[in-house]
T-cell receptor, first 112, second 116 residues
Framework: GDSVTQMEGPVTLSEEAFLTINCTYTATGYPSLFWYVQYPGEGLQLLLKATKADDKGSNKGFEATYRKETTSFHLEKGSVQVSDSAVYFCALSEEAGTALIFGKGTTLSVSS | DTGVSQDPRHKITKRGQNVTFRCDPISEHNRLYWYRQTLGQGPEFLTYFQNEAQLEKSRLLSDRFSAERPKGSFSTLEIQRTEQGDSAMYLC??????????????FGPGTRLTVL
């Protein structure tokens, strides 16, 4: 079945450092790909998405590119802030509006 | 606030008891989802509805679990004869047509269940 694998955490960075969180997927079709974020004490929020190969999703300085050839959707940010400390989840859905399949999540901790 | 709401936020129960959770989706969203999240894991899909019709159920949804959305608005998730392994955060999400894209599911704050 479909699955999502993301890098183990926690990831600990200093403010203004470059961030990469790796995500790869297994799917039978052409899924849509997502990054969700969970800030401390808050619910899951959509951070960015990409619905077809080579699409780049971006939001709040974060970017991820849908790479079909490597089945990857790595999350990047050029300069992290303390306020980016959160748990990040990579996810896919085979078809719009159907179940999301999540990775295990990566905890990011940014210190000043 | 017009987001997804869930009630209760926390529930502590004894093994063997029945529990029921409620989810109120964003108004006019026609799809509603239930997920379960255990510590250190990502959310796992349980079931989803389009209006009042239950369109898909995960194999994780054992016979002790039942979900309803009787009028196509709020939904309930009932767990009968709870077990300690049911302890988790139960998340609800919704999405819909019109200005809302099916590609964005909006999540509620969750109901944390602890089975003693």
């Amino acid at each position: 079945g479909d699955s999502v694998t993301q890098m183990e955490g926690p990831v600990t960075l200093s403010e203004e450092a470059f961030l990469t969180i790796n995500c790869t997927y297994t799917a039978t079709g052409y899924p849509s790909l997502f990054w969700y974020v969970q800030y401390p004490g808050e619910g899951l929020q959509l951070l960015l998405k990409a619905t077809k190969a080579d699409d780049k999703g971006s939001n709040k300085g974060f970017e991820a590119t849908y790479r079909k050839e490597t089945t990857s959707f790595h999350l990047e940010k050029g300069s992290v802030q303390v306020s980016d400390s959160a748990v990040y989840f990579c996810a896919l859905s085979e078809e719009a509006g159907t179940a999301l399949i999540f990775g295990k999540g990566t905890t990011l901790s940014v210190s000043s | 606030d017009t987001g997804v709401s869930q009630d209760p936020r926390h529930k502590i129960t004894k093994r063997g008891q029945n529990v029921t959770f409620r989810c109120d989706p964003i108004s006019e969203h026609n799809r509603l989802y239930w997920y379960r999240q255990t510590l250190g894991q990502g959310p796992e899909f349980l079931t989803y509805f389009q209006n009042e019709a239950q369109l898909e159920k995960s194999r994780l949804l054992s016979d002790r679990f039942s979900a309803e959305r009787p009028k196509g608005s709020f939904s309930t998730l009932e767990i009968q004869r709870t077990e300690q392994g049911d302890s988790a955060m139960y998340l609800c999400a919704s999405t819909g047509t019109g200005v809302y894209s099916y590609n964005e599911q909006f999540f509620g704050p969750g109901t944390r269940l602890t089975v003693l």
